[in-house]
């Protein structure tokens, strides 16, 4: 299992990034999968989830109305679009998928500028 993430960045309040995380090494439409982040001197917290298939997501109350999460079982992708975005935002996100155990991305920087 290998999951890849991408399109981290710097980006000023009130703007927008999309993640991209890559599944590969496992049956990826099965899985549910997650979005996690890490902010300095802080715990690991999730962001965001979806089911298989796509049909239920979960989204913490932080991020709730701001952040979109999808997925693309063909491309074995999935993004997390983030909009109006906060300095609170600034974090490592990780990609996570649990498959017989946990699977982590080495995570994508994201820093949001006030």
């Known amino acids: 299992v290998q999951l890849v993430e991408s399109g981290g960045g710097l980006a000023r309040a009130g703007g927008s990034l999309l993640l991209t995380c890559e599944g590969s090494?496992?049956?990826?439409?099965?899985?549910?999968m997650r979005w996690y982040r890490q902010a300095p001197g802080k715990e690991r917290e999730l962001v965001a989830g979806i089911s298989s298939g796509g049909d239920a997501t979960y989204y913490a109350d932080s991020v709730k109305g701001r952040f979109r999460i999808s997925r693309d079982d063909d491309r074995k992708t999935m993004t997390l679009r983030m909009t109006s975005l906060k300095p609170e935002d600034t974090a490592v996100y990780y990609c996570?998928?649990?498959?017989?155990?946990?699977?982590w991305g080495r995570g994508t920087q994201v820093t949001v500028s006030s």
């Open positions: 996570y998928v649990y498959v017989r155990r946990d699977y």
């Open positions: 090494g496992y049956s990826f439409r099965t899985y549910m």
